[in-house]
Structures are given as structure tokens and as C-alpha cells.
């Protein structure tokens, strides 16, 4: 069996890569920007995590040297970049001097589809040039560019779901004409696996998509009867690019920055341009209502391996998860709060494990929901993100707009990190023992503003921890 190097290890592919080529057999180095956070639930003997950047190779944990193949899944699209080309090729430059000190026999990229009939978007002019970097390593390259990618967690998936499911009439841009081509997510980790090492896949550039041609508004329609809804959809030629962006951040759970990136994106055509990849591997992907089913299958029975919203922007060099769970005790604001447990420990630890999503905030959602809305106007994540799964928690998991990082059920502790925009840095905490419930809330103020913020929000505070604790409690 091979050694595999899997960049964004713990991005929405990678996540449900790495079981796979685990269970045929492969050793798997999984690389993580985050030291601390691992690759979802997996505990596998020969899945090994490697912490590092490829922003900086120096603090980079030591890889084997013999690594046989390294799949490239790494994009900077969590958050809106100055220079977004330069970025991406700095990163692939270091990646590309990474394999060929490790001797990589082989290097899979995946990227979208390019039309070369239209001007491309910054997104997809970056994708572009991250290719022309890679065929400067010493490996053999496989290229995929692949459609719209339909699975439950997807960015496209969502951002089409949220649209049909909220809205029973759509005004829509002009870029709903434009066509592509959707692919299941489980047909693209089919290519990505049956790549591996294979010969006659080097130096190929493929396109890959499912069977179905749509225009984007032919999606929406097509969902909608999927999900047997009726709506109509008028395209008008005046919302641009932007107002586009603006449009789904409001509607969808999306953030500006990938609600930008997708919208430029949409401009062009994302059709196959080659069918190379038939000859090559035959295979039937599924249809786009095949693709569907599969998902609100997943969703359905909370088997939902990774999201969209797993990608954990910081922007600290060698991040350390150990460094957001270790709080300051000095010049921070905290609220502590301490009751007894009506019910068990283990029940308190339930309502704890099942905060935010669907199941809300226990009391006054409607100030969370307004605190969310502020915070979608100001570009930050907002309340509309959720949770991955409705009662598990995993270092790293987005609950709304907050980041898990820490969940150690055993030692009865949860705490969370705040990535809603503020004038500080917050957390807040939840502890059980055998017969109490603490909550502590924790803001580090930044400046003036800081301070003032924290005391405008006391009486709040009042209102919704004291419920929130009450009801973690089981009162």
C-alpha cells in the first residue's frame, strides 16, 4: 500500500478522503494548520497527523521522505484576500519545494472547471495559476476540475438548498443562466481514490461532472420539485456581482467571502469542455436528483462527516488549539454562574452537548437571533451556520458563530471561542460536576470600545445566561 499526504485534511474533502483511502489499506499523513485539532472523530493506526502551514515549511512536523502520493486540496476562499493569485501560488510554490524534497512519485489537485471562452474570476484565475505552479514539481500531475459539487455540507449544496427551501419567489441575477454540470460528492471522491498512482492519469488535466446540464436557475427549479415545492424565479439583469453576494449572505448561511468567490465564479460556464475522463474510467456518476437524495439521506440520519464551515480561519502563525483553550485571567470581564442539577449529570451534559443548531440558545433566541443578524450585516458568520451534528461535538466544529475548542465529555467540560465580530475576543464555558452546572463567560476586551461594549451588554447578559443556565440545569 502507498504513503498519502492529504493537504486540507480537515476541509470538507478531506475529511471524507481520508477515511476512504484508509480503508484500502494506505498510511495517510493528514496535514493540519491547527496543532491540536485532528481529522473529525478518526482514531487510526495508520492515519498520522502533521501540524503545520504551507504558508511557513520551517514549523512544518517532519514527513516521511518517501511519501508516494500527496493530494492538493487547499483554497483560500474562507474569507475575502487582497492578492488572492499571489496568495495561492505563494502556498503552491511551497508545496510544490515540499514534494520534491519528499520525492512525491505523484501529486492530485482538484480545482473547477475553466471556460476560456470568458474572463475568469479572481477565484478561478487563482485556480488557474495554482495548476501552471504544480506542473513545476518534480511529481506527476493529475489535474480534475470538477462542477458544482452536490453533498450535504457543500457550499453549492447549501447555498441551493437555503435558496429553494426560504424563498417561494426569487428575483435572480443574470449569472442563473449560465449552465453547469453537477457531480455528486461521492463521484468526485471516486476519481480522486481511482487516481491514485494511476499511470495512465499523469499529466492529464480532466473535467468531471455528473450527467445532468443545467442552467443554475434550472437547478433551483429542479430541486424545487425534488423537494416538491412550487417557485418562481425572475432573472433581472441588474443586481451585479456584488449585490449578488450581498444577497445570498442575507439569505443563505454562507459568508460574504465564499458568497463572493462563487458568485464571480457563476459568471462562467462550468460544463465539461473534455470527456476524456469516460474513456479513461468508465464510470456512471449520479444524476443530480441521485445526488440529492444522497444528501437529505445523510442529513437525515445525522451522518454528515464535514461542512462548508469547517475551515477555521486564523490568522496566527503556527496556531495552537491549546492556545484558545488556555484563558487569560488577566484584564478579561467574566461572568460566573453556578447551579445545581435538577435531573443528572449526564442529562445537564446532553442539553450542553446540543447547544445552538436547531435545538437554539435555551431561552431568548430572539436576542441570539438579532445579535446573529448584526453580526451577518457586519460580514461576520451570523447564527445561520449551525452545527454539524445534533448532538456530537468535535474540536473544531462551528456551532452558529462560535468555534468548539474544547469538548471533553468525560471531564464534563465544553468551551467555545467566539468568531462573531467584536472589539475583544470571547469565550464561553460550560463545567459539570457530579451535581452542578458552571457557566462562565469570558470577554478579553480590545481598547475603549471594548470595555463600553462589555458593560451595554450586561443587562442582556442578565437576562439570557441566567435562562440559558436555568434550562442547561433542567429547570
Aim: with cysteine; charged share 25%.
Amino acid at each position: 500500500m502507498s504513503k498519502v499526504f492529504v493537504t486540507g485534511a480537515t476541509g470538507f474533502i478531506g475529511k471524507r478522503l481520508i477515511p476512504l483511502l484508509l480503508e484500502e489499506g494506505h498510511t495517510v499523513y493528514a496535514l493540519c494548520r491547527i496543532r491540536g485539532t485532528k481529522v473529525g472523530s478518526i482514531n487510526h493506526e495508520n492515519l498520522h497527523i502533521v501540524y503545520g502551514d504551507l504558508h511557513d515549511l520551517e514549523h512544518l512536523d517532519k514527513i516521511p521522505t518517501d511519501i508516494d502520493v500527496s493530494y492538493y486540496l487547499v483554497h483560500s476562499m474562507a474569507k475575502k484576500i487582497k492578492d488572492l493569485s499571489e496568495k495561492e501560488q505563494s502556498v503552491a510554490k511551497n508545496f510544490v519545494l515540499l514534494m520534491n524534497q519528499l520525492k512525491c512519485k505523484q501529486i492530485i489537485y482538484l480545482g473547477g472547471i475553466i471556460d476560456p471562452d470568458v474572463k475568469l474570476s479572481e477565484h478561478l484565475e487563482s485556480r488557474k495559476m495554482v495548476e501552471e505552479v504544480l506542473k513545476t514539481a518534480h511529481s506527476k500531475l493529475t489535474i480534475f476540475r470538477s462542477s458544482i459539487i452536490i453533498g450535504a455540507g457543500s457550499a453549492s449544496f447549501e447555498i441551493i438548498r437555503d435558496l429553494v427551501e426560504k424563498l417561494p419567489f426569487m428575483i435572480a441575477p443574470r449569472w442563473v443562466k449560465t449552465r453547469c454540470q453537477p457531480i455528486g460528492i461521492v463521484d468526485v471522491l471516486f476519481y480522486l481514490r481511482v487516481a491514485l498512482l494511476n499511470s495512465d492519469l499523469y499529466g492529464k488535466t480532466l473535467d468531471i461532472g455528473g450527467p445532468d446540464v443545467y442552467t443554475f436557475k434550472e437547478v433551483l427549479l429542479e430541486y424545487a420539485r425534488f423537494r416538491n415545492l412550487k417557485r418562481h424565479i425572475l432573472d433581472v439583469p441588474f443586481l451585479t456581482p456584488k449585490l449578488s453576494s450581498y444577497w445570498l449572505v442575507f439569505i443563505t448561511s454562507i459568508p460574504y467571502s465564499l458568497c463572493s468567490y462563487l458568485v464571480e465564479s457563476m459568471k462562467a460556464n462550468s460544463v465539461c469542455l473534455n470527456n476524456e475522463i469516460h474513456t479513461l474510467i468508465p464510470h456512471t456518476c449520479m444524476s443530480f436528483r441521485e445526488a440529492l437524495h444522497r444528501a437529505f439521506f445523510k442529513i437525515a440520519t445525522y451522518q454528515v462527516q464535514s461542512t462548508w464551515m469547517d475551515a477555521w480561519v486564523i490568522d496566527q502563525k503556527s496556531p495552537d488549539i491549546q492556545k484558545f483553550c488556555q484563558i487569560p485571567t488577566q484584564g478579561c470581564f467574566q461572568e460566573v454562574r453556578k447551579m445545581k442539577i435538577a435531573d443528572s449529570k449526564k442529562e445537564a451534559l446532553d442539553r450542553i452537548w446540543e447547544i445552538g443548531g436547531d435545538r437554539g440558545w435555551y431561552g431568548v433566541d430572539w436576542a441570539w437571533k438579532i445579535r446573529g443578524f448584526i453580526d451577518k450585516i457586519c460580514k461576520g458568520p451570523g447564527l445561520r451556520r449551525g452545527r454539524r451534528h445534533p448532538t456530537e461535538l468535535e474540536v473544531g466544529d462551528a456551532v452558529d458563530f462560535w468555534r468548539v475548542v474544547k469538548a471533553n465529555r468525560d471531564e464534563g467540560n465544553l468551551i467555545l471561542y467566539a468568531e462573531m465580530l467584536l472589539p475583544g475576543t470571547a469565550w464561553l464555558e460550560f463545567q459539570v460536576d457530579d451535581d452542578s452546572v458552571y457557566q462562565i463567560a469570558i470577554f478579553q476586551p480590545k481598547g475603549l470600545f471594548g470595555r463600553v461594549y462589555w458593560y451595554l451588554m450586561i443587562p442582556f447578559h442578565i437576562v439570557i445566561f441566567r435562562k440559558m443556565i436555568q434550562k442547561i440545569a433542567g429547570y
